[in-house]
């Protein structure tokens, strides 16, 4: 079993920055590819960015490339998302999940989720 924590989301005017992290607890971290989800009020889910267990593959949604950058520090066993240049469109909430590093699809634990609201 994997718990994962997400912090760090908040209120913040457009052009502005925020810093998501997602801390993981339970077994050995690394074993984990994580991703990071988001879901807009009324909208379904949808796929914000991925990194491999390692850290050493990332791939960030091509509508956010440029914007949003992922990365995890195994050490601390925590996972984090760099969000700039925020627009009003990237309201949502952001959740983690984990799956393990071998297995190439789906994701086995989320967290609750953290609530990023931008204002125009």
């Known amino acids: 079993q994997v718990q994962l924590v997400e912090s760090g989301g908040g209120l913040v005017q457009a052009g502005g920055s925020l810093r998501l992290s997602c801390a993981a607890s339970?077994?050995?971290?690394?074993?984990?590819?994580m991703a990071w989800f988001r879901q807009a009020p009324g909208k379904e889910r949808e796929f914000v960015a991925r990194i491999s267990g390692s850290g050493g593959t990332t791939y960030i949604s091509d509508f956010l490339k440029g914007r949003f950058t992922i990365s995890r520090d195994n050490a601390k066993a925590m996972m984090y998302l760099q969000m700039n240049s925020l627009k009003p469109e990237d309201t949502a909430v952001y959740c983690c999940?984990?799956?393990?590093?071998?297995?190439?699809?789906?994701?086995?634990?989320w967290g609750q989720g953290t609530q990023v609201t931008v204002s125009s």
């Open positions: 339970g077994r050995t971290f690394s074993n984990y590819a």
């Open positions: 999940a984990a799956r393990p590093d071998s297995r190439g699809y789906g994701y086995d634990y």
